[in-house]
């Protein structure tokens, strides 16, 4: 009998398949009397455990940051560092020498660390399944048991688990895998955030009901609406099955009364740019740089990231490439350049105004080659500069800007200037956006930080995950403001934050004024699709009743009203 269970979307994206059941963890009998184990054997094998768990979770950072992303292979990174954390080895030494074999003291010995994340609440507590994920793969190597294969699912398949671990979901196949759903997780944990990164469909935190379906049943997962639907009828299925075959436009888009709205996306390394020409993006509107500077023990050079920014300008020869120089700082720390963590990093000096500071060398060097890049490579290169909150600051950073150019001019190196622009993710940008924009070719909008700093809700806090969206009234007016002070500037502005990538936002964004919408490459279709049966008319009178509205509900309603 069909019926629907609820749980939180992750992905606006709908699947049908056949429902297979995974558990990751390694069960584990009772342990042994301690007088029959040798202690120093057992330490010998966990410390084995330790090594063989470094070079898997080396390897699949280099996977995950090739198939996937560097932002998201990052999360191996903290998996490494968890495996040198000395609360966590201390407390399974502690179990060892209390007389418990390796598997067992590893069990005992993350079990104090996980509590207390999951404790903490919010996102803290989908931390935990990070330490599960480290904790699960070394009783699995004490265990000499084999792993899962996820990456060779059936195709069709809809993987059901109590919860999936990053290194789970960094397995899918989004060729074979339908969707997922899991009994629980939030919309803020790596296996969710994987799943929008690959295209798959996932609804998390569905709760102990999805523990009654078997096996085989026939589900739909709608990513969206954030249901599971069982024993879909024909309707729902047809529906499901339509959602994933949106047709790509490679030609750039229009609205049904021809105004130009430019569709990108936001790539994260040079392995996304065949997936974002791919699903029709019509260049690239966020190419964050801060791979180039991961996983490693010092900077790139200029040669390196020269050779970089022209792959990336060379993958749309008729298209626009915006560029965002270095952010490091809040949730994007690098370790070999990074100062002592401050107690509120978010606040603290970070993107430009590390650029303008500690890091001006790292600066002039990725400028030089962006110059260079500039010249040598067809396409449009623009430059922008993250977290920019004062004048001062965009004068400066546009002061190195032709620092540089000089100095490449005496030494006799091709380069040509490219456009440049400011991040719009500060409350202060936005109330000093007429100057900044007579200085600036562009803007573009980072809707997760602004709606952060604008509503002073932590995107990192779940607690205050309500008042972190981008629907609030508060976040909609700035946004507004800022396209005003562009387009009397005669500079376009641009959206690269999480809210461009909404399909059901899309009227509401082309009636703000927004010039172009920069995604990930997976809703691409979906909002082109959208900007071509949108009304510039009607998407403006929806803008101007958003505006007019005083609370988020109110704005939910008239968004949801027009649809």
Request: proline residues 5%; contains cysteine; negative net charge.
């Amino acid at each position: 009998m069909t019926h629907t269970l609820d749980g939180i979307g992750v992905t606006p994206l709908s699947g049908v398949g056949n429902v297979v059941w995974y558990d990751g963890e390694v069960e584990l009998g009772d342990p042994p009397a301690p007088d029959t184990v040798d202690a120093d054997a057992e330490r010998d094998r966990f410390e084995q455990a330790l090594g063989r768990a470094r070079e898997e979770i080396e390897a699949e950072r280099e996977h995950t940051a090739e198939a996937v992303g560097e932002e998201e292979a990052a999360v191996f990174d903290a998996h490494l560092q968890f495996l040198d954390d000395p609360q966590i080895t201390g407390a399974v030494e502690d179990a060892l020498d209390s007389g418990l074999p390796a598997d067992h003291a590893v069990d005992e010995g993350f079990a104090d660390a996980i509590e207390q994340l999951e404790a903490a609440g919010g996102r803290m507590a989908e931390r935990a399944d990070d330490l599960r994920d480290i904790r699960d793969r070394l009783l699995r190597i004490l265990a000499d048991a084999d792993r899962v294969d996820l990456s060779a699912l059936p195709e069709g398949t809809v993987l059901l688990a109590e919860r999936l671990t990053p290194s789970d979901t960094a397995q899918l196949n989004p060729d074979r895998v339908a969707g997922f759903a899991t009994v629980v997780g939030g919309r803020t944990a790596h296996a969710a955030i994987f799943a929008r990164s690959i295209g798959i469909p996932a609804v998390v935190g569905v709760g102990e009901a999805l523990l009654d379906v078997a096996a085989d049943t026939e589900v739909v997962v709608d990513g969206e609406a954030g249901t599971v639907v069982v024993d879909p009828d024909e309707e729902t299925r047809e529906r499901a099955a339509e959602s994933r075959d949106v047709s790509v436009r490679h030609d750039r888009v229009e609205t049904a009364d021809g105004r130009d709205i430019e569709v990108a996306a936001n790539v994260g390394t040079p392995a996304e740019l065949s997936a974002a020409a791919d699903n029709g993006a019509d260049g690239i509107g966020l190419f964050r740089t801060e791979f180039l500077f991961l996983d490693r023990r010092s900077p790139p050079d200029e040669a390196e990231q020269l050779e970089t920014y022209v792959e990336a300008l060379e993958a749309f020869p008729d298209g626009r490439v915006v560029v965002r120089t270095l952010d490091i700082g809040g949730d994007k720390p690098i370790p070999y350049i990074d100062a002592e963590e401050p107690e509120n990093p978010f606040l603290g000096v970070r993107g430009i105004r590390r650029s303008l500071g500690l890091d001006e060398e790292l600066f002039r060097t990725q400028l030089r080659a962006l110059l260079r890049a500039n010249a040598e490579a067809e396409g449009d290169l623009s430059v922008m500069f993250p977290m920019v909150a004062t004048v001062e600051e965009a004068e400066a950073a546009l002061d190195v800007v032709e620092e540089v150019a000089s100095e490449l001019d005496e030494a006799g190196e091709a380069f040509e200037r490219p456009e440049l622009g400011v991040m719009i993710e500060t409350p202060s940008a936005v109330f000093v956006g007429d100057e900044l924009a007579a200085r600036l070719d562009f803007f573009s909008i980072g809707t997760n930080d602004l709606t952060q700093y604008v509503m002073a809700a932590s995107r990192q806090n779940e607690a205050v995950d309500h008042l972190h969206d981008p629907r609030h009234p508060a976040v909609l007016r700035a946004i507004h403001r800022a396209v005003e002070a562009a387009h009397d500037n005669d500079a376009w502005i641009g959206m690269c934050g999480e809210m461009a990538g909404d399909p059901a936002l899309t009227e509401l964004l082309v009636g703000l004024g927004l010039d172009e919408l920069s995604m990930s490459a997976v809703t691409i279709p979906d909002v082109k699709a959208n900007v071509a049966e949108t009304r510039t008319d009607a998407a403006s009178a929806l803008a101007d009743d958003a505006l007019a509205a005083s609370t988020k509900s109110e704005v939910v309603a008239t968004i949801t009203h027009n649809t």
